[in-house]
């Protein structure tokens, strides 16, 4: 089994044990205007997107991209795709309007330029080389279409949020979960002059990168939300789950600092021809 294969299982077994885990995370950290990193990407797919596109979401979790922009443009044809069944059914449920496929968005065989606008919010660091997505999109998008993204930024996250992360992997003395994914993430995603390379050998043109921080003063118990939705922390046995909540909980008590997490939003245009 490749690292890809076990990144993969790894992500549908977490994800079907609490399904809507990462929209649960966030839910309490905004932006610098007060929006969740939700409502700031939809911001930004409402302003790249006619009101009736087609708009296929990757990896589109519980569906909650796709329950907003069912508000936000109710004309918009939306299709969302996730290898998780849980997140799918719950979506699909959430959105009755929307389209909804179960399985790998690197190989569904997605109709030839049939999306005017195809995003990904919190998914393409967790998809190892970005290639297989990007022949995707470049397949799937319409000359002139948007490809709209949100990555978290591994290298700005080493703030307040990584070290709560380390207390509570510290107290339960075990390492992360999800190290020995660190070197399956495409680290072009997060340098802008290969990024942009990348992109337009898939005819895809680099618009913006928007770099934002969902932040936080958390109580501990918001704080305890936050982590216990995160990979290396909700993947801790109970007994070890237990130690970290105390440690991380008694460390927001004792410095009562915002918790953060960086994002990197890239918009990016589809070349014609
Ligand atoms: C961190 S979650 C984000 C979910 C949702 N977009 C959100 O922001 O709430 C990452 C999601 O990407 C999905 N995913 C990652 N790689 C995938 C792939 N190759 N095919 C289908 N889904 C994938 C996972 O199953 C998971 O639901």
Redesign the pocket.
Same mark, same amino acid.
Do not use: Q
């Given at each position: 089994m490749t690292k890809i294969d076990e990144l993969?299982e790894f992500?549908?077994e977490f994800?079907t044990r609490y399904p809507g885990a *990462? #929209?649960e995370a966030l839910k309490n950290v905004r932006d610098a205007a007060g929006r969740t990193t939700?409502e700031a990407f939809v911001d930004t797919v409402v302003q790249n997107a006619s009101p009736d596109a087609r708009i296929l979401?990757?990896?589109?979790?519980?569906g909650?991209?796709l329950a907003m922009l069912a508000e936000r443009l109710p004309n918009a044809e939306l299709t969302g795709?996730? #290898?998780?069944s849980p997140?799918i059914e719950i979506a699909r449920r959430r959105v009755p309007s929307a389209t909804l496929l179960a399985?790998?968005? *690197?190989t569904l065989p997605f109709p030839v330029a049939s999306y005017q606008c195809i995003i #990904?919010?919190?998914?393409l660091m967790?998809?190892g080389p970005l290639e297989p997505v990007l022949e995707q999109v470049e397949r799937a998008l319409t000359p002139g279409g948007a490809f709209l993204f949100v990555a978290d930024d591994v290298a700005v996250c080493g703030t307040r949020y990584s070290e709560l992360i380390g207390v509570g992997l510290a107290a339960a003395g075990v390492e992360s979960a999800t190290r020995r994914f660190a070197d399956v993430v495409d680290k072009r995603l997060y340098d802008e002059a290969e990024l942009r390379e990348l992109l337009l050998s898939h005819r895809l043109s680099l618009e913006t990168v928007y770099r934002y921080e969902v932040n936080g003063a958390l109580s501990p118990d918001a704080a305890w939300e936050l982590f216990s939705r995160m990979y290396p922390i909700g993947t801790l046995a109970p007994e070890l789950n237990a130690k970290a909540r105390r440690a991380i909980e008694d460390d927001v008590r004792s410095s009562p600092r915002e918790v953060n997490v960086a994002m990197q939003l890239v918009t990016a245009k589809r070349l014609h021809g």
């Open positions: 993969r992500l549908v994800h *990462t #929209a939700y979401e990757l990896g589109c979790g519980d909650i991209v795709v996730d #290898a998780v997140d399985g790998d968005f *690197t #990904a919010h919190l998914v967790l998809s």
